[in-house]
């Protein structure tokens, strides 16, 4: 039988962060951290963060400076073959917040997750769903898609590995879809914001289901347009207003610098609201970024998960995956 085991590792994403050589380069925080603007880059960044998170974290925080975030890079390594984790192969990558209280200088644990890289994911996006949808009689979605990824993902979520670093489960904060219209409710959360619903599922939400996740959408205040929120759990018991407004800070940071046509948009979302990156009223951040980069390069690593980890490990993958999805009990009723 195959069995799959996980390593992690840690790097601090600061100013003199540097990508590894196993970092997906269209990771957010990669992106940033190359080229001749890489500390400007940086600099203005962490500046972004601290000060939309000091808009958020009002209470007792009259001068707006108290709190910063510190950013940690979790990379997740996977190993097949029983081999030992020597040599495992990258699988995830994601980042851990930290709240540091500049007054009291303690340090509070934030969320896990937030951004989300995945060689696997890249791999499904950017290599089996082209070829599929390539095919003149194909219909839907390629069999199986994104299952195998899913599967890893709620084993990583149980893991001894997982259990022994973090206290709670992960939330992954991303920009909604621009195929999709959002319609705001009356619900509203100190933090999160307003609640926004949408009437179907978009590609990407259906991916991160199978991983175990459900979404909710809220526009933060003083937002301009919802984030997508995935999570196991309560979303708004779960975690503390503090850990939330870390994860708002950084996600929305990086989805100004992104996308801003969605969220640096001179307008806020309305009642009835789909995102749209052409929209032409919008400011851009001083941040160096090439968006075009950005999709080539996912290409090239899809193909390196496919050279190195679905193609080699194809037979043992596949018989892994359907033990787990036999045996794999809801993640609603884990220890997590």
């Known amino acids: 039988m ?9 790097t601090r994403f600061d100013e003199d962060y540097r990508p590894l050589g196993t970092t997906r380069i269209t990771t957010n925080f990669a992106n940033l951290a190359r080229g001749e603007n890489r500390l400007e880059n940086l600099r203005r960044t962490f500046t972004m963060i ?5 808009e958020l974290a009002q209470r007792d925080n009259e001068d707006g400076k108290r709190y910063s975030v510190e950013l940690d890079i979790i990379s997740v390594s ?3 073959d029983g081999e030992g984790l ?6 995830i990558e994601v980042l851990q917040t930290t709240i540091v209280d500049r007054r009291s200088g303690e340090r509070i644990e934030g969320i896990v997750g937030n951004n989300f890289s995945s060689y696997v994911r890249d791999y499904d996006f950017s290599i089996v769903l082209p070829a599929h949808s390539a095919s003149p009689s194909a219909e839907g979605l390629p069999h199986g898609f994104g299952e195998l990824h899913g599967n890893l993902f709620k084993s990583f979520l149980h893991s001894d590995a997982y259990a022994q670093r973090f206290g709670k489960p992960p939330v992954i904060c991303l920009s909604v879809s ?4 959002y319609h705001r409710t009356e619900n509203q959360h100190p933090i999160l914001g307003v609640e926004y619903r949408q009437s179907e599922y978009s590609l990407t939400d259906a991916y991160f289901e199978k991983m175990g996740l459900q979404v909710r959408f809220f526009m933060p205040p003083n937002g301009v347009a919802p984030l997508a929120f995935y999570h196991l759990g309560d979303l708004l018991d779960d975690y503390t207003d503090l850990e939330l407004a870390a994860t708002i800070s950084t996600m929305e940071t990086f989805q100004k610098i992104y996308r801003p046509e969605i969220y640096n948009a001179h307008s806020a979302a309305g009642a009835t609201y789909q995102p749209s990156l052409t929209n032409p009223n919008f400011s851009t951040t001083s941040i ?9 390069l996912a290409v090239e690593q899809g193909k390196f998960a496919e050279e190195h980890f679905m ?10 995956s359907t033990d ?4 794999h009990v809801d993640l609603k009723g884990a220890r997590l």
Do not use: H, M, Q
């Open 2 to 10: 195959t069995n799959v085991a996980f390593s992690i590792a840690s």
């Open 50 to 54: 601290d000060d939309r998170f000091n």
């Open 78 to 80: 996977v190993d097949v």
């Open 86 to 91: 020597g040599d495992a192969v990258p699988l």
């Open 178 to 181: 621009s195929s999709k219209v």
């Open 288 to 296: 160096v970024y090439d968006r075009e980069e950005r999709s080539r």
């Open 311 to 320: 193609k080699p490990y194809k037979t043992a993958l596949e018989e892994w």
């Open 324 to 327: 787990f999805t036999v045996d």
